[in-house]
């Protein structure tokens, strides 16, 4: 097994395994991937972050926004959103750790991280897609 093999297994633990939470992913087709090709019959696990720092574009300042990105592993989704199709997608995620009614949001900017097996989502509200 090769260093990139062993690092994207390594995705398993840092993704979907103890910090990993439910993500429902919708292709530009309408199809609903809601479970792991890695672990068949189990959700789609990934990395959620609510929150994203910013910069206020009237006073140059660092502010945090409700701007969600989620990081999922490659491997387990049979379909991936590329350059071409990303705004044709939308996620589903928890609206926050204590609150798990799904809000669906939009992708603004997909980011492959090829060399990890990784892909992040950085998300917005759907009107402003």
């Known amino acids: 097994m090769d260093l990139r093999q062993t690092i994207e297994l390594d ?21 609903k991937i809601s479970t792991s090709l890695n672990k068949p019959g189990t959700p789609l696990l ?34 991936i959103p590329d350059e071409n199709n990303y705004k044709l997608w939308n996620v589903q995620i928890w609206k926050s750790l204590t609150d798990h009614t799904l809000k669906t949001w939009a992708i603004k900017i997909p980011k492959n991280g090829k060399s990890l097996g990784t892909i992040t989502l950085f998300l917005e509200n759907l009107a402003q897609s």
């Open 11 to 31: 995705t398993a633990d840092t993704v979907e395994n103890d910090f990993g939470l439910p993500v429902i992913l919708i292709s530009n087709t309408g199809n």
């Open 46 to 79: 990934g990395q959620i972050l609510w929150d994203t720092i910013d910069v206020n574009p009237e006073t140059g300042g660092v502010v945090i926004v409700n701007k969600p990105n989620v990081t999922l592993r490659t491997s387990s989704l049979s379909e």
